[in-house]
């Protein structure tokens, strides 16, 4: 045997002898997370992947496979998955932020990302500090105000009558950064095609509601995305000859369930389907419609008890506008309205026309977050498989938002918006609420910590408000001539306190100073507002502190008009001029600008009235001095209690009107002439302020 054959042999006997290395060990990282040996429900199809384990880093799903080659870091997060189920977070599709808390009440129960249908800065600025990473909550995918015909039904709606204002009103919410375009129920045909025009123009799309004056067919053919609630379909299958067609007035709406044609369902999901439109059902929303003895049971529901009390103040039926006037029988015809729409989701499924899921919370007993779980029920209770009901929800609602490749499925790639059940939710969509816990942007929430939370959030809302605590003292500008404190309440529940304090200034001018404190929007604003000899204002300082950002604002008067600048709170600088009278008054939404108006209505006589004009400082979408025209009668002299003294009062009644809605209210001062109690009616409710001291 040669020497170099030796040597080969020997060095394949040693190798023979030798083991073969196994694979390296897995590397550190501290920040992976990992579900491990769980039932994958992927919602790609109707399936389940079991024995799986599921690799998070860095806020995406970074692998997907069986628990036996699926290797977890050293050092992450091993979260055990048997006998569990692991599936994407819930997409509540219609929803209308409220309170900060809402967004906790979402994630709490499986909800990772919500359309929300009625935006506002406050949204925009949530939205940015969820995706920083700064505040825990939801995607927020938003609308922008709501366009509506005049005067709207909702005030705050903005409102468009013209090319022009759709022009306008389209181009502001795009520059402003909503992401979608709503529409609303008493546009004009004309108006409505301008919004569709300039939304295509614009690179948004437009859903909602279908006009009174918009058949659906009309809508569906515009480009309409999404509608809302069935609307629309309703009017649609109307039997010929029927005088409910192009009604608006909600006895005549719910009238028109006692006209229907069945025979119509089939053909008007056939031209949706064709149309490509979506339907979000929201089944849920009209179901809790209901007298106030059925109402009262809802607030006895477990869930009620973490419904924000500044929501579930608007949720008394002898104030809200839509509910307060129904009789016995416009109750029975919304029952019967239900069964027909699960008749039309029904059909509308079954002829390939897709849906989204969506509750319309916070309507009356419509809870945040809790109620995506009965609209799941609703679905399935419709004929919808649970697999095709949550699929509304997941996958639907991603291919909707154009999102497919982020969310909606378990996937490599895909952003962790996960849910840890402990059942199989394809059996039984109840077993979605059954959860382990929620993971979120790849942040891990237990169930354990989800309870706490909500068990802290409860506990804040009765603890002792710290309103002004820590302020400073109101500005000293000159002789002190009132000073005062008054509560802010919505509905029956406390919300917040102003302060304000009037000054005589050298050569008879005076000086108001005004300080808000508001709990829910955890804003600390102040305004200060000069006026002339004459009781006219000449500037207007607003500074803002709140969750919307900082900023200051001033009015100044010119000699042709009003000036505004400063710095938004979204960081904006603003200036912009706007020509009005000499005398016109001043304000924005607090209590201080009606020391004014309470001073122009001395001279009037009980029974008598007069029309006052003035501006009133908006921020949304733009900053602008929005005209508003305040109609006062005098009433008869009252008393009312002011910190447990019982003083005399002047009473007025208010009409207050500007382009993007209408309130009444009433207004009552002391003898010296300063408020004592305001209060506006809002469309579910009654906004006081009332002094404290």
Avoid at 359 to 375: K, L, R
Avoid at 553 to 572: C, I
Wanted: glycine share 8%; proline share 6%; charged share 25%.
């Amino acid at each position: 045997m040669s020497r170099r054959r030796h040597s080969l042999l020997l060095v394949l006997g040693l190798l023979a002898c030798t083991h073969a290395p196994g694979p390296p060990p897995p590397a550190e990282d501290s920040g992976a997370v990992a579900f491990v040996g769980v039932t994958v429900v992927p919602m790609d199809a109707e399936r389940r992947l079991p024995d799986q384990t599921v690799l998070i880093r860095q806020g995406r799903i970074a692998e997907v496979g069986p628990s036996s080659t699926v290797q977890v870091p050293a050092g992450a997060l091993r979260i055990d998955g048997r006998g569990r189920f692991l599936m994407p977070g819930l997409a509540d599709m219609h929803v209308h932020l409220w309170t900060r808390d809402d967004l906790l009440l979402f994630l709490a129960n499986g909800v990772t990302f919500v359309r929300n249908m009625w935006g506002s800065p406050q949204d925009l600025v949530w939205r940015a500090r969820i995706e920083r990473g700064e505040l825990l909550g939801p995607t927020v995918y938003t609308a922008g105000p709501l366009l509506d015909g005049a005067p709207p039904i909702w005030n705050g709606s903005a409102v468009v009558e013209s090319a022009a204002d759709a022009a306008r009103v389209v181009a502001a919410q795009k520059k402003a950064g909503y992401d979608f375009i709503k529409v609303y129920k008493k546009l004009s045909r004309e108006a409505y095609d301008a919004i569709a025009a300039e939304a295509k123009r614009e690179g948004m799309t437009f859903g909602g509601h279908v006009p009174a004056a918009v058949d659906l067919p009309h809508a569906l053919a515009a480009g309409q995305r999404s509608v809302e609630h069935l609307d629309g379909y309703f009017e649609y299958l109307l039997a010929e000859g029927s005088s409910l067609r192009g009604r608006a007035d909600l006895p005549s709406r719910l009238r028109m369930v006692d006209e229907l044609d069945d025979r119509k369902i089939p053909q008007a999901a056939e031209l949706t389907r064709r149309a490509g439109a979506w339907n979000c059902v929201t089944l849920v929303v009209l179901q809790r419609f209901v007298p106030k003895a059925e109402a009262e049971a809802l607030l006895r529901r477990p869930e009620m008890r973490f419904v924000p009390p500044s929501t579930k103040a608007l949720w008394d039926p002898d104030k809200d506008f839509r509910l307060k006037s129904l009789t016995a029988a416009n109750f029975a015809q919304l029952r019967k309205g239900d069964q027909v729409r699960l008749r039309l989701t029904k059909a509308l499924h079954d002829a390939g026309a897709r849906l989204l899921l969506g509750t319309d919370t916070p309507n009356p007993f419509v809870a945040p977050g809790f109620s995506i779980h009965d609209e799941l029920a609703s679905l399935v209770k419709a004929g919808l498989s649970p697999y095709e009901a949550l699929r509304a929800g997941t996958r639907d609602a991603a291919e909707f938002v154009g999102q497919s490749k982020e969310l909606g499925t378990v996937a490599p790639g895909m952003r962790a918006d996960l849910l840890l059940l402990e059942a199989d939710p394809l059996l039984d969509v109840a077993n979605a609420a059954r959860r382990s816990g929620v993971m979120v942007r790849g942040r891990w929430l237990p169930q354990a910590e989800l309870e706490r939370r909500l068990e802290e959030m409860v506990a804040r809302w009765s603890a002792p408000k710290r309103r002004f605590q820590d302020a400073a003292a109101l500005p000293g500008s000159g002789e002190q001539l009132f000073s005062g404190r008054y509560e802010l309440f919505y509905g029956d529940v406390s919300a917040g306190e102003e302060r304000l304090a009037i000054q005589r200034l050298p050569g008879g001018r005076r000086v108001i100073h005004s300080q808000e404190s508001l709990d829910a929007q955890e804003a600390n604003n102040a305004l200060r507002i000069e006026l002339d000899a004459t009781g006219t204002p000449e500037t207007l300082r607003y500074d803002i502190h709140s969750g919307l950002g900082t900023g200051a604002l001033e009015v100044s008067r010119r000699e042709k008009g009003l000036h505004v600048s400063g710095q938004a709170p979204a960081g904006a600088q603003v200036a912009l001029d706007q020509e009005e009278a000499p005398d016109a008054l001043l304000g924005v939404s607090m209590i201080a600008p009606y020391v004014v108006v309470a001073e122009r209505l001395r001279p009037l006589g009980a029974g008598k009235s007069v029309t006052l004009k003035g501006r009133k400082l908006t921020l949304d979408p733009d900053v602008e001095l929005a005209p508003e025209t305040l109609t006062v009668e005098r009433q008869a002299d009252d008393r009312e209690t002011v910190a447990g003294r019982s003083v005399d009062v002047r009473r007025y009644r208010l009409k207050i009107q500007h382009k993007n809605g209408s309130y009444n209210g009433s207004l009552s001062v002391d003898a010296a002439g300063y408020p004592v109690t305001l209060e506006i009616e809002n469309n579910m409710g009654i906004i006081r302020y009332r002094r404290i001291e």
